[in-house]
């Protein structure tokens, strides 16, 4: 059965066209993985099968009375609401029903016997929907939800706008589990989830009896979840059977016949070329010169898929810094109240280090302490000699209305325009792409932005917030090579073990000196 149709669907934005005919067919049950390089279109397919963009042309229909859950990368939470009440409106169509039911029963005292039997039945019908969806139980399930993502032991009581960025996604991504909707949208659900968050939502989606699209570059999490690949590529959208690592063989395989039939096409009308060149102007010959050339003019000629930029990826060194990176004294950081025990810690020059640990723990916050940005409560950084320091700082765009050539000239007033467009294509952006507005750019496009930034200044040491978090497989695998490359200092946050394995001298588990319950 067949929940969602999407039927010859076109789309662009100005002169950019994102879709071209595009047909899809979502049936119950299934577990698509949305895949493809970052601004090919997969969150705006998301908009539009949501209705929050209308494609311009074509059609999307769902099913009958479907309830979609959809969670996009860039949500929000109301302040003053605590993080139980957030997941329990997950459940708030049972509350009407409940509230309801407690109304007939006040009114009940004061009305006719044929109102008062209309009432009766309706409480009937009411307490057995309530019974049948669990409605009792909703504490339990809330808790269990918010243990797997590991909110509990913030406090359920607690506001949600006293949150991390990363707290908050994880609250909004438990309240739509607990929806259990008929189909559920997934864009990037791992971001902002720690190792042990993802391990329990695999566990989850594997057992999600519903169909989900799951949009999500962590290549470990699609193939143990997905068993559908559509896959976005040049306007089309291609499905393919299995998991992503069936996809990349039959991908594989395709593209190489592909190019073996370009070839021989090649080969042939070559030769069908050169005999109508050479025989078209003999009389004797003149008949066959048509009749190869007709042949010509019906062949179908096969296309090859333009190869997409790929990001390259060389950080320029600077001088050496010196050998103290930084010392901190009884350093604790927070805003308005303390996030840690005191800290003293020293970073010297050719240390790697990753920062790893639950979310909200204050990793960023330690980053931007270290930096200045953010005053510490109290105690001291000291900051070492000849600092070149390229900061990469988890997203801000919404109301970036800069083209990201205006945001690198901004930057690197010196550079030529040519100079600007070459930085950006080496980071892996098309030439429409560096014509966009920062703010409509996908997660990983203004992701390559930033990144330019940092590539085209001299550092020597990098410190970087989650820096793959939206970033697309070649581009998260170029910046692995160029991060082992690299002969300065490295400051990480990050989440994913296979990223940052092979780059790191040392681990600091910041669930060592935090005051969190973790």
């Not at 570059?217 to 992503?244: C, P």
């Not at 050998?323 to 050719?350: A, C, H, Q, W």
């Not at 681990?507 to 319950?517: A, S, V």
Request: aromatic share 8%; net charge negative.
């Amino acid at each position: 059965m067949s929940v969602l149709h999407v039927e010859h669907m076109n789309h662009g934005f100005g002169d950019r066209a994102i879709f071209e005919d595009v047909s899809f067919r979502l049936l119950k049950g299934e577990h698509v993985g949305l895949i493809g390089a970052n601004g090919e279109g997969k969150s705006t397919f998301m908009n539009i099968v949501t209705a929050k963009l209308q494609p311009d042309e074509g059609k999307v229909t769902w099913s009958n009375n479907v309830r979609v859950g959809y969670m996009d990368q860039h949500v929000t939470l109301t302040k003053g609401k605590s993080i139980r009440a957030v997941l329990r409106g997950a459940f708030k169509y049972l509350f009407d029903f409940e509230a309801e039911m407690n109304s007939l029963y006040e009114k009940m005292g004061d009305c006719s016997k044929d109102e008062l039997n209309k009432m009766l039945e309706r409480t009937v019908v009411i307490q057995d929907f309530l019974d049948n969806n669990d409605f009792y139980v909703i504490d339990p399930k809330v808790e269990e939800v918010a243990k797997g993502l590991g909110l509990l032991d913030l406090g359920l009581d607690r506001d949600v706008d006293d949150l991390s960025g990363g707290q908050r996604t994880k609250i909004l991504l438990g309240k739509l589990l607990l929806e259990n909707p008929d189909i559920l949208l997934l864009d990037e659900p791992t971001n902002y989830l720690d190792e042990e968050n993802i391990e329990w939502l695999k566990k989850y989606l594997q057992s999600y009896e519903n169909a989900f699209i799951l949009i999500s570059h962590d290549i470990l999490f699609l193939n143990s979840v997905v068993n559908l690949i559509y896959h976005v590529e040049e306007r089309k959208l291609t499905r393919y059977v299995g998991n992503y690592d069936e996809f990349q063989r039959i991908y594989s395989e395709n593209k190489k016949k592909l190019e073996a039939a370009y070839e021989r096409q090649q080969k042939e009308i070559a030769r069908l070329e050169d005999f109508v060149a050479r025989t078209k102007a003999n009389l004797a010959t003149s008949n066959m010169a048509r009749s190869r050339q007709k042949r010509l003019d019906k062949m179908e000629k096969i296309e090859l898929i333009p190869e997409k930029p790929k990001p390259k990826f060389n950080f320029k060194p600077a001088r050496a810094s010196g050998k103290v990176i930084f010392e901190t004294k009884d350093l604790v950081i927070g805003y308005t109240s303390p996030l840690t025990k005191p800290l003293n810690m020293f970073m010297e020059r050719g240390q790697k280090i990753v920062l790893v640990g639950a979310n909200g723990l204050g990793k960023s916050t330690l980053l931007k302490s270290l930096l200045g940005i953010v005053k510490p409560l109290s105690g001291e950084v000291n900051l070492g000699d000849y600092q070149h320091i390229g900061y990469f700082e988890q997203e801000d765009r919404a109301d970036n209305r800069n083209t990201c050539i205006e945001e690198i000239w901004s930057e690197f007033p010196g550079y030529t325009q040519h100079q600007i467009r070459s930085a950006l294509a080496k980071c892996g952006l098309t030439a429409k792409q560096l014509e966009s507005q920062i703010r409509v750019l996908s997660g990983g496009e203004a992701a390559k932005v930033r990144l330019c930034k940092i590539l085209n200044n001299e550092t020597n040491i990098l410190i970087l917030d989650e820096p793959t978090n939206h970033l697309d497989l070649d581009a998260k695998n170029e910046l692995k090579r160029a991060l082992k490359e690299y002969k300065g200092s490295i400051l990480l946050v990050s989440h994913e073990l296979e990223f940052y394995r092979d780059i790191v001298t040392d681990i600091w588990n910041c669930e060592d000196w935090t005051l969190k319950i973790v």
